[in-house]
């Protein structure tokens, strides 16, 4: 049974990764390549392997005005650091009281001993 | 120490509280035929760069300590470990959606596998296996995870050079030394705001370590009467 | 020095000793290497036919999944029949122990990597034998990294919990950047214009990854095997 438990992870991990390894390596096939020794003539490649001029990006969607990127960029920031925060405080708070329960405990039983 | 805590978490609202109003009257960047759009999205870069800085030094931080934990045993060294790997995967998290917010204006594109970007990427995630396996690893976890932060810590110069080495999208490290002088202001601000940050994340996260050894110390001596 | 190789060569001829007696894991692996190459030419096709691009890319996911496997298994054996606290206990440098055991890994990632290179070469007619020894010698640095980093988790893993999912979870986000250098390397062979000179470049890169990666794992295999 353990075995039969140990295999049928071992297949879900493996399943899985080779769903994300997969995706990943097609991308990596992508002519993209962080080629140092890449000459001149990949700049025919495309946008994605050389510094891109701005003028040569292709028209922006109006959808993603660079404001909200930009308010959308700190406002994550706030959040995930405000998130973080208060799971910390939390966790604190939970062995705070754990502690207190404890020594409680512990006192009472000194006493006695 | 808990008044200098206080005060070091004051300190703190008010340079964040600060921070934005000194970047936005902060030069522009020069860059040709940029629209307004772009110059707007720069602004990302005064919190971008300093939290990926931050993440190095967390990185760092966590590497040594686990070092320390590994060779010399130290009591404390775990602990700190502990919390820095947390921080490292938190201000990861901050580089990689902030950069791809302003990438979304500066390249067109939301991410580029290049080496910088990739890099960072696999960086953040062997800490998060850290994590991971401190949670799930059983026992003897912390000396598991110990490993893989040294791993994690030898990576941080890789992610650095990587953008220096081959030619990425991803601008090089030149660009913070030569910085105009209008912009160096906010972004030192900036650094120091995040790094003091930091200390006081670790600090507060470290504290809960130290009190969880504190409970496993009193199990033990409920179970001993 | 010559008792360290002495100790390293006896741990790897133990090994390799325990291993052609049985081939359980070579067979299995060597299988299991097969099936995912096959899995990747069915389900990575273009009208109909493999992808002949991503030749390299599946090699190399395949050497890892296929190492993977293999590195449990072994210290799985290992385990089972406590023969590593007896290796610990020995009175020979903990090092020794640990460069022993990469090498009976390698050498057995070598073997599944003969099978796989040919099958490759005829599923996505990938140009193998037009420069074989910078090929081999692509393959022989990625399989020392991987390996070198695989070996030290897998010895870790062996008293830990949960350690056949731990294994993924911790050799991947590492070793990532040696399959990437190895793909690269590999691809720029593969392509209808290969590049000799971006595969040497790679296989530096490669190169510099074994050195760091051998030498963190030795210096941190007798911290992490120490009760």
Same mark, same amino acid.
């Given at each position: 049974m353990k075995r039969?438990?140990?295999?049928?992870?071992?297949?879900?991990?493996?399943?899985?990764?080779?769903?994300?390894?997969?995706?990943?390596?097609?991308?990596a096939q992508a002519p993209s390549t962080p080629g140092a020794a890449a000459p001149a003539g990949q700049a025919a490649q495309g946008a994605s392997d050389q510094f891109v001029?701005?003028?040569?990006?292709?028209?922006?969607?109006?959808?993603?005005?660079?404001?909200?990127?930009?308010?959308?960029?700190?406002?994550f920031i706030w959040a995930v650091l405000i998130v973080y925060v208060w799971s910390v405080w939390r966790r604190?708070?939970?062995?705070?009281?754990?502690?207190?329960?404890?020594?409680?405990?512990?006192?009472?039983?000194?006493?006695?001993a | 120490?808990?008044?200098?805590?206080?005060?070091?978490?004051?300190?703190?609202?008010?340079?964040?509280?600060?921070?934005?109003?000194?970047?936005?009257?902060?030069?522009?960047?020069?860059?040709?035929?940029?629209?307004?759009?772009?110059?707007?999205?720069?602004?990302?870069?005064?919190?971008?760069?300093?939290?990926?800085?931050?993440?190095?030094?967390?990185?760092?931080?966590?590497?040594?300590?686990?070092?320390?934990?590994?060779?010399?045993?130290?009591?404390?060294?775990?602990?700190?470990?502990?919390?820095?790997?947390?921080?490292?995967?938190?201000?990861?998290?901050?580089?990689?959606?902030?950069?791809?917010l302003w990438a979304r204006k500066a390249w067109g594109v939301w991410w580029q596998w290049d080496a910088r970007l990739t890099s960072t990427l696999l960086m953040w995630m062997i800490f998060l296996a850290y994590l991971l396996v401190r949670r799930f690893g059983g026992p003897g976890a912390d000396r598991l995870s110990a490993a893989m932060a040294v791993f994690g810590m030898a990576n941080?110069?890789?992610?650095?050079?990587?953008?220096?080495?081959?030619?990425?999208?991803?601008?090089?490290?030149?660009?913070?030394?030569?910085?105009?002088?209008?912009?160096?202001?906010?972004?030192?601000?900036?650094?120091?705001?995040?790094?003091?940050?930091?200390?006081?994340?670790?600090?507060?996260r470290a504290r809960l370590e130290r009190l969880r050894a504190d409970v496993e110390h009193l199990y033990l001596l409920a179970d001993e009467e | 020095m010559p008792m360290f190789l002495k100790v390293a060569w006896l741990v790897m001829r133990k090994d390799l000793t325990v291993e052609v007696r049985?081939?359980?894991?070579?067979?299995?692996?060597?299988?299991?290497?097969? /099936?995912?190459?096959?899995?990747?030419?069915?389900?990575?096709?273009?009208?109909?036919?493999?992808?002949?691009?991503? /030749?390299?890319?599946?090699?190399?996911?395949?050497?890892?999944?296929?190492?993977?496997?293999?590195?449990?298994?072994?210290?799985?054996?290992?385990?089972?029949?406590?023969?590593?606290?007896?290796?610990?206990?020995?009175?020979?440098?903990?090092? /020794?122990?640990y460069v022993g055991k990469l090498l009976g890994?390698?050498?057995?990632?070598?073997?599944?990597?003969?099978?796989?290179?040919?099958?490759?070469?005829?599923?996505?007619?990938?140009p193998i034998a037009s420069q074989p020894l910078t090929l081999a010698s692509l393959l022989v640095f990625g399989t020392i990294g991987f390996s070198a980093v695989g070996t030290l988790f897998a010895a870790m893993l062996v008293r830990a919990r949960s350690r056949d999912v731990m294994l993924p979870v911790l050799l991947y986000p590492i070793t990532i950047p040696v399959i990437i250098a190895g793909v690269r390397g590999t691809a720029a062979l593969f392509d209808p214009e290969p590049s000799v000179d971006l595969a040497q470049m790679w296989m530096a890169l490669l190169v510099f990854f074994d050195i760091v990666f051998v030498t963190l794992s030795l210096w941190t295999f007798e911290p992490l095997m120490t009760e």
């Open positions: 039969a438990s140990r295999v049928a992870v071992m297949s879900v991990v493996v399943a899985a990764w080779v769903v994300c390894a997969g995706a990943a390596g097609r991308a001029p701005v003028k040569a990006l292709p028209a922006q969607p109006e959808e993603w005005p660079a404001s909200r990127l930009v308010l959308g960029a700190y406002g604190l708070g939970k062995v705070e009281e754990e502690i207190r329960t404890l020594s409680a405990r512990l006192a009472e039983k000194a006493p006695r | 120490m808990k008044r200098l805590y206080l005060l070091g978490v004051a300190a703190a609202i008010v340079m964040f509280a600060v921070a934005p109003f000194w970047i936005m009257g902060a030069p522009d960047i020069d860059v040709p035929n940029a629209t307004p759009d772009v110059l707007l999205s720069y602004k990302i870069f005064f919190y971008h760069v300093p939290s990926a800085m931050v993440m190095f030094v967390s990185a760092f931080v966590c590497g040594i300590a686990s070092a320390m934990h590994l060779f010399r045993k130290k009591p404390g060294a775990d602990r700190l470990a502990a919390a820095a790997g947390e921080l490292v995967v938190v201000f990861g998290l901050i580089v990689l959606v902030t950069g791809p941080v110069p890789f992610v650095y050079v990587s953008v220096n080495i081959w030619r990425t999208i991803h601008p090089t490290t030149q660009v913070v030394p030569s910085l105009s002088p209008g912009m160096r202001g906010p972004f030192w601000f900036c650094v120091l705001a995040f790094v003091l940050l930091f200390s006081l994340l670790l600090a507060m | 049985s081939r359980e894991v070579l067979y299995t692996t060597v299988f299991f290497a097969v /099936a995912c190459v096959l899995v990747f030419a069915f389900a990575l096709v273009k009208e109909g036919r493999p992808l002949d691009d991503a /030749a390299a890319g599946i090699m190399w996911i395949s050497v890892a999944f296929a190492g993977t496997l293999a590195l449990g298994r072994t210290f799985e054996r290992e385990r089972h029949s406590e023969t590593l606290r007896a290796l610990m206990l020995a009175p020979t440098s903990r090092p /020794a122990i890994i390698v050498l057995l990632l070598l073997v599944v990597e003969a099978v796989l290179v040919p099958l490759v070469g005829l599923l996505f007619h990938a």
